[in-house]
Structures are given as C-alpha cells and as structure tokens.
T-cell receptor
Framework: EADIYQTPRYLVIGTGKKITLECSQT?????MYWYQQDPGMELHLIHY???????EKGDLSSESTVSRIRTEHFPLTLESARPSHTSQYLC?????????????FGEGSWLTVV | AQKITQTQPGMFVQEKEAVTLDCTYD???????LFWYKQPSSGEMIFLIY??????QNATEGRYSLNFQKARKSANLVISASQLGDSAMYFC?????????????FGRGTSLIVHP
C-alpha cells in the first residue's frame, strides 16, 4: 500500500494567484519527483529531489519551484498561476533498491486556472 | 540516457480476450527495473507489475504478466481475460538500480479500450 499523499486533489484558481501543491510520503524515501501530465498524454518531469536540500529541474521547463526541507515533504509552488498551468500534477517517490524498486505515486492534483 | 518506446497509441480488445501492449527500452545501465502502470480516467497511477533486469523468470501478477526479452530490450505487458474495467491508459517505465540516473523514464502510453 502506497503511503504518498497529495493535496489538494482538485483546485480551481484565478490567474495570477499563488498556489502550493502538497506532497508527503511516510516511507522515508529519499528520491521524490513531480510530473506534469495533460489528460491522456505523456508524463513530463518538472522537478526532482534526491534528498533534503537537494532539488533539480526536470526536462520540462516549468515556472514552478520546489523545496525539500524534510525528507517526507516535497511541495510544488506556482508563484503566479496562468491558464497554461492547467494540468494534472503527479508526485512520486522511490526508495532504496534494498527496500523495493517500486515507483510510488500520489493520487494526483488536478489544477484548473481560469 | 534511458528511453522507453510504446508504439501503440491505442489498442482495442474484446472482453475476455487477451491483449499485449508493447514496450521497448534502451539503457546503458547494467542493472535496471521495468514497470507497468495503469492510469484510469480519474488520473491516479496504479502499479501493476515489476521486472528486474536480472530476474530469470517473467513477472506475473494475477491477470498481468510481463514478457521480458532482454536481448531484444522488450518488456511487453500481457493482460489475460480482459475486463471492461481494464479500459485505461497504460504506461511502461524503467529506472536504473545500479547507481545510474535515478530518474524514472516513462513511455508515451497506450490507450486500451475493452469492448463488451
């Protein structure tokens, strides 16, 4: 059973608003990832982290930022939301190979910017 | 660099029939893992099956089996006795388990529709 949680699940906000998507995992995983995905389309990596105080940008250019102050917490922030940010955001984590290789996903956050 | 290729954008299958979803991969890592995920229209990613590169036998999980052909770098998903609830997007993925890039790589996905 995956123990990775995302909030909110669904959000509608106005253009220019600041929004933080929360992601938490209770498995002690060091590696965490954020993907952006439009419905029925491929996943695009936007940010990742290999541990506390480690954050990197992914393949897809994104106007979002992330932080990793605690192992279990990896929030994604949009300082000024735009309609082009409307998408689903998926958070994932991976543990050490010795503890299993599964990539765990949260339930996703559907963001609509109007 | 790792790469996953899923060449079937959409597949159709009759209920109770078997279906194979194709996945080929490319990597220079000596040790890696291959995954399949199901994504229904609600959006969550559901883990289906895992195959390690050194596993001698093909992985099976209930109605799902992974046809792993290492020399051909293919990791096809076989769903036996399809059900209407199997209609979803299916993603093949891989990641290194030997200290290479820890970033999971995903294919573009295959949309499966099961007809009654």
């Amino acid at each position: 059973e995956a123990d990775i949680y995302q909030t909110p699940r669904y959000l509608v906000i106005g253009t220019g608003k600041k929004i933080t998507l929360e992601c938490s995992q209770t498995m002690g995983h060091d590696k965490m990832y954020w993907y952006q995905q439009d419905p029925g389309m491929e996943l695009h990596l936007i940010h990742y982290s290999y541990g506390v105080n480690s954050t990197e940008k992914g393949d897809l250019s994104s106007e979002s930022t992330v932080s990793r102050i605690r192992t279990e917490h990896f929030p994604l922030t949009l300082e000024s939301a735009r309609p082009s940010h409307t998408s689903q955001y998926l958070c994932a984590s991976v543990g050490q190979a010795s503890s299993g290789n599964t990539i765990y996903f949260g339930e996703g956050s559907w963001l609509t910017v109007v | 660099a790792q790469k996953i290729t899923q060449t079937q954008p959409g597949m159709f299958v009759q209920e109770k029939e078997a279906v194979t979803l194709d996945c080929t991969y490319d990597t220079s890592d000596p040790s890696y893992g291959l995954f399949w995920y199901k994504q229904p229209s609600s959006g969550e990613m559901i883990f289906l099956i895992y195959q390690g590169s050194y596993d001698q036998q093909n992985a099976t999980e209930g109605r799902y089996s992974l046809n792993f052909q290492k020399a051909r770098k293919s990791a096809n998903l076989v769903i036996s006795a399809s059900q209407l609830g199997d209609s979803a997007m299916y993603f093949c993925a891989m990641r290194s388990t030997s200290g290479g890039s820890y970033i999971p790589t995903f294919g573009r996905g295959t949309s499966l529709i099961v007809h009654p």
